[in-house]
């Protein structure tokens, strides 16, 4: 008979919204031995913006444990021993295969059962692959995809055995341009590719794309756009040796990092829970459909305030803040406390090479692009204006200092009313600066 044991509170998943979900249970008092955190992967929760990032550097890669949960948002580090000292189980290497939530059940891989009486749903997404496709030769050694730390210790691996080789990276958002820049930086003949006009096209507009695409160039970055990859070619060890595109070129290739995006690990609570927009549909509180039952982080479609709309959001800042909200919800309900309803303002940021830009609030409307877009300049600082119905909705800016970020923030928030668009041109930051 396989083991079963009992938690009152469960957090399946055991990313960046279970660290900050368990921070948040030892702030509000959680009893020893009262939750649980089930994870597949073998480590502590841990700050997941740093795979594609520090720790792929040539110099003084970053390790574990320097950036388990909470250092991302400047708080404390939560090592292994945090978590028992906190009277907080932490269940890893155990993946969790059913989901009953009618008998309020979890069964692992291995045949455990784990029961409780709150569950939060953290399972965050998996990485689309190019075998899902059935696309020709996409199983070849070498070609690589980015979401755990395993994968980035088989990344580093291939980098340090293929110095000076020639790596191309098939997708443009996030990932693609982050690695990009990476293995540059590692000395790798890099070439990107991707199906669309620029990179980054669900946020970029075409002006900021350009000087990102320039500036790759001019850092020795290839950019093929427009195709997609079709097949690879593989030696007689199986590993891979070039890229087939649709447009019938052929790119060589020792490494290929693939990043075309992710989808929301629901699949565990089909039929019995309510979705929406590809997520769990959840209240203000992140409570679904099921009592008891909170999602947060990419798995969540929840009611975003701001905009009187409900969404579902890929991002390490939504992933900590929803987290927290949910516990705080969780302990507000038990102790008959009301709790401040979650008022997210949608952010983004991505650092490459000497790069650094945020985002705030929504990419909605007209554009007007202000300040040193020039990718050619010493410090580019440049940034665009998203205006809808006479308002500014959104904000962008690259090179900015906190007190700048800070200031693109605030217009995103309070969606100040625009007279004339020549007029906001010209201002540029000044116009942030002035909220």
């Keep these: 008979m396989a083991s079963e044991k009992h938690f009152k509170y469960v957090i399946v998943g055991g990313g960046v919204s279970a660290g900050y979900a368990a921070r948040e249970f030892a702030k509000q008092g959680v009893q020893p031995g009262d939750l649980?955190?089930?994870?597949?992967?073998?480590?502590?929760?841990?700050?997941?913006?740093?795979?594609?990032?520090?720790?792929?550097?040539?110099?003084?890669?970053?390790?574990?444990?320097?950036?388990?949960?909470?250092?991302?948002?400047?708080?404390?580090?939560?090592?292994?021993?945090?978590?028992?000292?906190?009277?907080?189980?932490?269940?890893?290497?155990?993946?969790?295969?059913?989901?009953d939530l009618a008998s309020k059940t979890l069964t692992s891989a291995a045949g455990a059962t784990f029961t409780y009486e709150i569950l939060l749903i953290a399972t965050g997404s998996s990485v689309i692959k190019l075998s899902d496709f059935g696309t020709q030769g996409a199983d070849s050694n070498n070609i690589l995809y980015l979401r755990e730390v395993d994968d980035a210790d088989k990344l580093y691996a291939a980098i340090q055995a293929?110095?000076?080789?020639?790596?191309?990276?098939?997708?443009?958002?996030?990932?693609?341009?982050?690695?990009?820049?990476?293995?540059?930086?590692?000395?790798?003949?890099?070439?990107?590719?991707?199906?669309e006009p620029w990179c980054m096209p669900r946020l970029f507009t075409a002006d900021i794309a350009a000087f990102y695409e320039s500036y790759y160039a001019n850092k020795g970055v290839k950019i093929v756009k427009g195709t997609v990859a079709v097949g690879f070619?593989?030696?007689?060890?199986?590993?891979?040796?070039?890229?087939k595109l649709k447009d019938g070129r052929v790119l060589e290739a020792d490494i290929v990092v693939v990043g075309v995006g992710g989808r929301p690990l629901t699949t565990l609570f089909k039929g019995q829970v309510a979705e929406e927009k590809g997520g769990i549909k959840t209240d203000a509180s992140f409570e679904t459909s099921v009592p008891g039952v909170y999602?947060?982080?990419?798995?969540?479609?929840?009611?975003?305030?701001?905009?009187?709309?409900?969404?579902?959001?890929?991002?390490?800042d939504?992933?900590?803040?929803?987290?927290?909200?949910?516990?705080?919800?969780?302990?507000?309900?038990?102790?008959?406390?009301?709790v401040p309803e979650y008022d997210y303002l949608p952010y983004f940021y991505s650092r490459s090479f000497d790069l650094s830009w945020?985002?705030?609030?929504?990419?909605?409307?007209?554009?007007?692009?202000?300040?040193?877009?020039?990718?050619?300049?010493?410090?580019?600082?440049?940034?665009?204006y998203w205006i809808k119905d006479g308002k500014v909705l959104g904000a962008f800016l690259e090179g900015g200092?906190?007190?700048?970020?800070?200031?693109?923030a605030k217009v995103a928030r309070a969606q100040p009313p625009v007279s004339s668009v020549e007029e906001l041109k010209k201002e540029g930051l000044q116009f942030a600066s002035k909220i």
């Excluded at 009187?308 to 390490?316: A, P, Q």
């Excluded at 927290?324 to 302990?331: F, L």
Aim: with cysteine.
């Design 318 to 338: 939504h992933a900590r803040k929803s987290a927290e909200q949910a516990v705080k919800a969780i302990k507000g309900k038990e102790s008959g406390e009301a």
């Design 162 to 195: 293929k110095k000076g080789g020639k790596a191309v990276v098939v997708g443009g958002g996030y990932i693609g341009l982050e690695l990009s820049a990476v293995l540059k930086m590692n000395d790798l003949d890099v070439t990107m590719v991707y199906p």
């Design 233 to 243: 070619d593989a030696d007689a060890n199986g590993d891979v040796t070039a890229v």
């Design 36 to 99: 649980a955190i089930i994870s597949k992967e073998a480590v502590a929760p841990y700050e997941r913006p740093a795979l594609s990032k520090a720790y792929l550097f040539p110099q003084n890669p970053a390790r574990l444990p320097g950036f388990h949960v909470c250092v991302g948002s400047g708080g404390e580090r939560l090592l292994p021993e945090w978590y028992s000292e906190k009277g907080i189980e932490l269940i890893l290497g155990t993946e969790i295969i059913k989901a």
């Design 295 to 316: 999602a947060v982080g990419d798995v969540a479609t929840f009611p975003m305030k701001i905009y009187n709309d409900v969404r579902r959001v890929e991002h390490v």
């Design 401 to 408: 200092s906190p007190d700048e970020n800070n200031a693109i």
């Design 358 to 384: 945020q985002f705030y609030g929504d990419n909605v409307g007209e554009t007007v692009l202000f300040g040193d877009s020039d990718p050619s300049s010493a410090k580019p600082k440049f940034g665009s």
